[in-house]
């Protein structure tokens, strides 16, 4: 892990001052993600919608792959 400091994060149409111990690797990942989560939101969406659809987004996505790892656990046992 890398020492504290800051990064600016982009989540729909803000920039967020967040503090991270992360790699700088693990930022570009998480960036990622959470670009794809929020791609293109419709025209006119508040900033607070598209957290709260982001953070939707993100867990359906974290479920499928739990869902996912489950079915291969399975499979090896």
Known sequence: MCASRNIWLTIGKKNYSVETTLDPGAVERIESL???ACDSPAKGIEQEELL?????QLAYSLDKA?????GLLKKVE
Not at 52 to 56: K, S, V
Not at 66 to 70: G, K
Request: with cysteine; hydrophobic share 70%.
């Open 66 to 70: 739990a869902s996912a790892l489950e």
């Open 34 to 36: 959470v670009a794809a």
């Open 52 to 56: 709260m659809l982001t953070c939707l």
